[in-house]
């Protein structure tokens, strides 16, 4: 069966450090993995997606991901945190003709 | 802004209700998705149509329904609510059915059942 985990429930973080939100897959065949953030009283917002190819994917607002296929994983990272990402984010997972499976979701807390 | 609209963005009703949901898809869209979030169960699929036909269902109860117009909008109806029914319920867009397709959603609807 089709599965998405992201393993912290919140994760914080200075300021200006990196930030990593963890997101782990289960899938037969390819996974086609999604990342979005919710702003609060915002609908979701897309920040990239992982098809095919380069395993280092960029995305909106300076966040990048990346795909491990032995780990089976889908980090989203991004290199210098702002207070203004503090958000919920979810990772999602799709597969041909099947809709999105979201994670619960990780809620990023970015301190002044 | 993602360019899908969903009315209303408040809902408040009682027990036993039934209510009417609104979304109109970014333009030239075919595809439209509807999703539940809720505290306990998170984001779920609920339905998906295609071109004004349903596509694929997801965990959908059987109080509820949806439709896709010839305008491509699309209607979610929720009959004889639950107290357990309160979520937020998004919709989104995209071109193709495919899983590929990047959905783009709209800002929701925040259905409150007393």
């Known amino acids: 069966a089709q599965s998405v985990a992201q393993p912290e429930d919140q994760v914080n973080v200075a300021e200006g450090n990196p930030l990593t939100v963890k997101c782990t897959y289960s899938?037969?065949?390819?996974?086609?993995l999604f990342w979005y953030v919710q702003y609060p009283n915002r609908g979701l917002q897309f920040l990239l997606k992982?098809?095919?190819?380069?395993?280092l994917v960029k995305g909106s607002y300076g966040f990048e991901a990346e795909f491990n296929k032995s780990q089976t994983s889908f980090h989203l990272k991004k290199p210098s945190a702002l207070v203004s990402d503090s958000a919920l984010y979810f990772c999602?997972?799709?597969?041909?003709?099947?809709?999105?499976?979201f994670g619960k979701g990780t809620t990023l807390s970015v301190s002044s | 802004d993602s360019g899908v609209t969903q009315t209303p963005k408040h809902l408040i009703t009682a027990t036993g209700q039934r209510v009417t949901l609104r979304c109109s898809p970014r333009?030239?869209?075919?595809?439209v998705y509807w999703y539940q979030q809720s505290l306990d169960q998170g984001l779920q699929f609920l339905i998906q149509?295609?071109?004004?036909?349903?596509?694929a269902k997801g965990n959908i109860l059987e109080r509820f329904s949806a439709q896709q117009f010839p305008d491509l909008h699309s209607e979610l109806n929720l009959s004889s609510l639950e107290l357990g029914d309160s979520a937020l319920y998004f919709c989104?867009?995209?071109?193709?059915?495919?899983?590929?397709?990047?959905?783009?959603f709209g800002p929701g609807t925040r259905l409150t059942v007393l």
């Open positions: 999602a997972l799709g597969q041909a003709g099947t809709a999105l499976i």
């Open positions: 899938v037969s065949g390819n996974p086609y």
């Open positions: 992982y098809i095919t190819g380069d395993n």
């Open positions: 333009s030239g869209d075919l595809s």
């Open positions: 149509y295609y071109n004004g036909e349903e596509r």
């Open positions: 989104a867009s995209n071109v193709l059915a495919g899983s590929t397709d990047t959905q783009y």
